[in-house]
């Protein structure tokens, strides 16, 4: 399949404990996806993702984190040693999956189809950095982009989120 035909959910994707699955498994569900790093000013955000997840999940939401190493080289350990950091030092709970790259030409089909979506001021194109965000609405629709400064728990996010799920 190329990234352009089919849904999101139709991508394949390997989880940080290495199992090979599609975003089906999530269809049905509001998605925040984001790109993680371990080492990036911006890693504190885990934080911030994990109460977002915690809030909506019963609601039909999930925080998807993709780990990536192009940007400064800032997520440089292996999924185990990826996932241990984020549960010890965050309590990550939310699905994580093995690493990918989010730009070039060695970009997940994932991320080749999120950065087609441009972000509030029309940008589309390549992830900024760490900690870029789409939110992806239950039937696989992406309908929000933001870049990585706008925290989590930012009010345009939950607005977005909380108009994709059920009351």
């Keep these: 399949m190329s990234e352009g035909n089919g849904t999101l959910h139709d991508i394949p994707v390997t989880t940080i404990d290495g199992r090979e699955t599609t ?3 999530w269809a049905g569900h509001v998605l925040l996806i984001v790109n993680v790093a371990s080492e990036c000013g911006l890693t504190d955000q885990y934080r911030a993702l994990q109460e977002l ?34 549960e010890t030092n965050y309590g990550v709970e939310f699905p994580m999956f093995a690493k990918v790259e ?6 997940h089909p ?16 390549d992830v900024a950095w760490n900690f870029e965000k789409f939110v992806v609405d239950d039937s696989g629709e992406i309908v929000g982009r933001f870049r990585p400064r706008t925290e989590p728990d930012d009010d ?9 799920l059920p009351a």
């Design 23 to 25: 975003l089906a498994d």
């Design 53 to 86: 997840h915690d809030e909506f999940h019963m609601r039909g939401f999930f925080v998807l984190g993709f780990p990536c190493n192009q940007f400064g080289g800032q997520e440089p350990g292996d999924e185990d040693q990826i996932a241990d950091f984020c």
């Design 102 to 107: 989010v730009n070039g030409d060695g970009a």
């Design 110 to 125: 994932l991320f080749k189809r999120l950065t087609a979506f441009a972000d509030a001021d029309g940008e589309a194109g």
């Design 156 to 164: 345009a996010i939950i607005e977005l989120i909380e108009e994709h």
